[in-house]
């Protein structure tokens, strides 16, 4: 082999070795998209369940802690004794001061919320400023007669068990509409659990919707209540 043979043939070996085999992407490589998208999802989801909600409302203790279950035990009517419908069909809602007074006009017993509730209250005769937690829009009309008499519902369905509370919870306001959280809902996902019935958790349209659906089988019947 003649020496310029041999150059051409060192340089080809040199050039063929100095040539870079492109490596094929791995298989792997099709998960990162899908990675991502996860990741992004499941940090939306906390974000808009864990970390939105405390910032979107706002809370309040109410003026006195009351006893649902002291009252309860105390009287023979249950609900009605205190939140009671009126002769003409009217529903009396929260007690006022004239009513808590013809059982409190002097201290019952020594608890502090007791003499609280006598000195900042009944004494200069000024009515209890409630946060109400299940207090509808304008734009709602709703009547108590036409669910407990008509329609037989207990009031635990839609305000939950109230009576078996020993303390009022605090009122839980949404920042933006000002509205009660009770009646846009405590559970965010807005499902029943386990079959549950009842409206307490979230005492939202649909959930009326469908009872009346239920009820009259009628559909759409929004404009019954919302005005």
Known sequence: MSTTEEKEQAIAEDEQAAEVTPVKPGTWRFLIPIAAFAVGFVSLLF???????????????????????????????????????????????????????????????????????????VEPGKEIPWYVYARQPQCVFFSHAAHVKMGELECATCHGPVGDSDHTRPYQY??????????????????????????????????????????????????????
């Open 47 to 121: 974000v808009g369940w864990v970390i939105f909600p405390p910032l979107l409302y706002s809370e309040k203790e109410q003026p006195v802690d009351f006893s649902h279950k002291i009252h309860q035990e105390a009287v023979d009517e249950g609900c009605e004794s205190c939140h009671f419908f009126r002769e003409d069909g009217s529903f009396s809602g929260i007690p006022g001061l004239e009513n808590c007074a013809e059982c409190h006009e002097e201290p019952m017993g020594e608890h502090r919320e007791e003499a609280k509730f006598i000195k900042e209250y």
């Open 174 to 227: 949404n920042r933006l509409t000002k509205y009660s959280r009770d009646i846009w809902g405590w559970n965010i996902a807005g499902y029943k659990l386990f079959g549950q019935k009842n409206t307490w958790d979230r005492m939202k349209m649909d959930d009326c919707a469908k009872c009346h659906e239920e009820m009259t089988g009628e559909k759409g019947a929004c404009f019954v209540c919302h005005k």
